[in-house]
């Protein structure tokens, strides 16, 4: 009869992380999180799930509100979503607790985000954020310094100035835009988001494909075809004007920004606004090499209101196509003045940042800034003597007692098995005692480490065998202290 085992598949769009990501991830989110604590942010925790309605208005209005999001609807008829990222969540808890909390409140979370979409390279349906927020106030200088704590947390991980740079928009010079080509006012919202969506994919997709997103359309590499925002020519030349906008002199530019959003009081506005941060960062010593003014910088959230922000790394990789490209984006944030209102009855000013951990750690493991530190896995004690298991057991206890990281073989392999087993756990030590070293009141320590340094050197058969390399017999009460003496020598 033919074997009807399930296929070990994973769902589309989802990763497992092995023991070594987790570790190199713990040092990326300790380094992160003491630079949030060094600028006064306090930790917080929310749910994973939360209702439908309070994930955002930027969420489709369909029956089954899954689109974009995972839901699932409860007895009572109320839709529950996996959070769609971290800060309607937040707006949320700031809105029950406004009235105890201090304010401005400054926080930061962690944790997984899940996005109901189409998966494809570096694009996940599950992924880890570390966002930063202050709630509570309303001055650009809040802006200022969510910039400069962006820009500080990539120093923190390794990177110089010329590695990444922190791009800021104002939303409003978007706004003020498309005041002037004709998409102002509530009832064109949709619209508005459409433009915003295809902008913000500039990076990714190019000026061309996004001209076709802004226009009629345009179908993707896997055929599927992406309804465009229907913009006339002379719509999408204006767009392009703001958006293609570059200047190594600041105040150039902001010249070339009035010029262009002559006529909306609303993008002057913006304009004004972002001259004032940058003002306040450069003030603080944050040069243009590390905080600079990108006009085609979106955020394709509606929920924005006023400056925007990603970070950029400028490191270079090569990419599935074996061509060296920039790395581009690993995170970013803005004001969002409306969010937590939507829970009150007045607004609330709010300014965030997102660092994507999973994307951030790929981008530096792969350039080689952070590395596991963890090199070796535990000691373990071989099982030589089923009947003697208690032995072996007390041998694993003191260690541990001692602090030293060790387990005991609990397979079914003999001697040859349990070495392989220690190799492939990437065992410093192992510790052996067969009926021999019992009868002698002994155990054997094999350092795994020096042996493998010494098979390098020694290619006499005769000399390796004379010299035992790497182990060596001692009295069993002094395991712990000569597995100590070992593991300082090949240190863990």
């Not at 040859?416 to 155990?443: C, F, H, N, S, W």
């Not at 001692?474 to 070992?486: A, Q």
Request: negative net charge.
């Amino acid at each position: 009869m033919a074997n009807s085992c399930m296929i070990p598949r994973l769902p589309h769009g989802f990763v497992v992380y092995t023991a070594d990501d987790l570790r190199v991830r713990s040092q990326l989110l300790d380094r992160i999180r003491n630079v949030y604590e060094l600028y006064g942010f306090e930790a917080l925790e929310t749910p994973m799930i939360e209702y439908t309605e309070v994930l955002g208005q930027f969420l489709p209005d369909q029956d089954r509100p899954n689109g974009g999001v995972f839901s699932f609807q409860e007895e009572d008829g109320r839709w529950l979503s996996l959070r769609y990222d971290l800060t309607a969540p937040l707006a949320r808890y700031v809105a029950a607790h406004f009235d105890t909390l201090p304010k401005p409140y400054r926080g930061y979370r962690f944790g997984c985000v899940f996005r109901n979409e189409k998966p494809g390279p570096g694009r996940f349906r599950q992924f880890m954020q570390f966002d930063a927020d202050t709630i509570g106030a309303a001055g650009i200088a809040a802006d200022a310094e969510i910039c400069m704590m962006a820009a500080d947390c990539m120093e923190s991980l390794g990177l110089h100035h010329g590695d990444y740079v922190i791009r800021v928009n104002h939303r409003k010079l978007l706004d003020g835009v498309m005041e002037i080509i004709g998409l102002g006012g509530a009832g064109k919202s949709a619209r508005r988001l459409s433009v915003l969506r295809a902008i913000d994919k500039m990076d990714r997709l190019g000026p061309e494909a996004v001209h076709l997103l802004l226009g009629p359309g345009r179908q993707d590499e896997s055929g599927d075809f992406m309804v465009g925002a229907a913009l006339d020519a002379e719509q999408i030349t204006h767009i392009f004007s703001l958006v293609d906008l570059r200047s190594e002199d600041h105040e150039a530019l902001f010249a070339q920004l009035k010029v262009i959003l002559d006529g909306s009081g609303t993008g002057l506005q913006g304009v004004f606004e972002l001259e004032a941060l940058i003002s306040l960062v450069r003030a603080a010593g944050f040069a243009q090499n590390r905080i600079r003014v990108d006009p085609s910088i979106v955020r394709g959230l509606e929920y924005y209101t006023g400056p925007v922000y990603e970070v950029e790394l400028l490191l270079e990789m090569v990419n599935n196509k074996g061509r060296t490209v920039c790395f581009g984006s690993v995170g970013g944030g803005g004001r969002y003045d409306g969010m937590v209102g939507r829970f009150r009855p007045e607004d609330v000013p709010a300014v965030g940042f997102s660092v994507g951990v999973s994307r951030l750690q790929a981008a530096l493991t792969g350039s080689g800034l952070l590395k596991s530190s963890f090199l070796s896995g535990p000691v373990v004690v071989l099982m030589m003597e089923a009947d003697r298991l208690s032995d072996y057991q007390r041998m694993v206890r003191d260690l541990r007692i001692a602090g030293i990281s060790s387990e005991l073989y609990l397979g079914a392999g003999g001697m040859r098995a349990q070495m392989k087993y220690a190799d492939r756990r990437r065992a410093p030590l192992v510790i052996i005692r067969g009926d021999t070293e019992r009868d002698r009141g002994e155990v054997l320590i094999k350092d795994l480490v020096e042996g493998a340094r010494l098979s390098q050197t020694v290619t006499d058969n005769k000399t390796w065998r004379e010299a035992r390399p790497a182990q060596v017999s001692v009295p069993e009460e002094r395991l712990v202290e000569e597995v100590r003496h070992r593991l300082l020598v090949n240190p863990i």
